[in-house]
């Protein structure tokens, strides 16, 4: 069946670092793609999404690209800052399927 | 002016108990959805509705019943509450049924049963 394994956190960097989540999927048919984001005591937000193969989604500064030849959908942003904060969550919609990952928690110190 | 809206926000009762969650949405979606989210923060779906339709009756407890009144509101109700029935619920909304419409969520409810 379908699944979504994403990066074990949590994450701690200095402001301005380099970010990545690793996302690897696995699928039957050909699913979207998406990262959410959730404040603490807040419900997930999207942050952007990938509809097909190759296709980038992008949204205040993060960045990831559907790669269907790895299976891969990993988050990325050049310079995070402390307002980064939150648990990042990646996302696969396949058919009738909802999956999430098991979220990754990232701090960001001044 | 909230989007996808839930009460009550926090919920603490004892085993045994009967409760519902209430969920609106204000963006003119057809589809809706309840999700759980555990202690690590792992999130399942539970249901989801289109246009009023039962679409999605993942494998949890019929003691978890939702029920939709109409197309902005998706209520579950919850009996004889187990312990393991603690956590944070999320309601969730999206434009239609297609696969590449993003899931706009509530803040969730804590529940507790103590």
Redesign the interface.
Known sequence: GDSVTQMEGPVTLSEEAFLTINCTYTATGY??L?W?V?YP??????LL?A?KADDKGSNKGFEATYRKETTSFHLEKGSVQVSDSA?Y?CAL????Q?Y?G??TSLTVIP | DTAVSQTPKYLVTQMGNDKSIKCEQNLGHDTMYWYKQDSKKFLKIMFSYNNKELIINETVPNRFSPKSPDKAHLNLHINSLELGDSAVYFCASSQDWGISYEQYFGPGTRLTVT
Do not use: A, H, I, M
Request: net charge neutral; hydrophobic share 30%.
């Open positions: 699913p979207s998406f959410y959730q005591g807040e419900g997930l937000q999207l999404k509809t648990v969550f919609r396949d058919g009738n909802f999430f098991t979220g």
